[in-house]
């Protein structure tokens, strides 16, 4: 089992994946939706910023080297992420 290390006020809760430019709206949807939940099961019991996506480009800074098994018409690197705000009260 892998432990998840704790958040804290001003973490920033980042989900990434590399598209390939073949990908459908509703593969694009279940993307963000499984990046929406990671980051509500990394953040539980914390208040975040709403979830906000930008995609980076090959090349660009903190964009690492795309995977040799990544090619498509329009590779880049689609990031959702959330800024951790404060603990809930339960």
Known sequence: MI???PVKPGDVVEWAIW???TETDAVLTDYT???QKYI???ATNWFTTPAHCYILQPGEDRTPEV???IS???VRLMVI???VMAR???
């Open 40 to 42: 509500r099961e990394e």
């Open 33 to 35: 939706e499984d990046a």
């Open 88 to 90: 809930k009260l339960v």
């Open 67 to 69: 995977p040799d098994h």
């Open 81 to 83: 992420e959330a800024e």
């Open 72 to 74: 498509g018409p329009d």
């Open 19 to 21: 598209l390939d430019g």
């Open 3 to 5: 432990k998840k290390k």
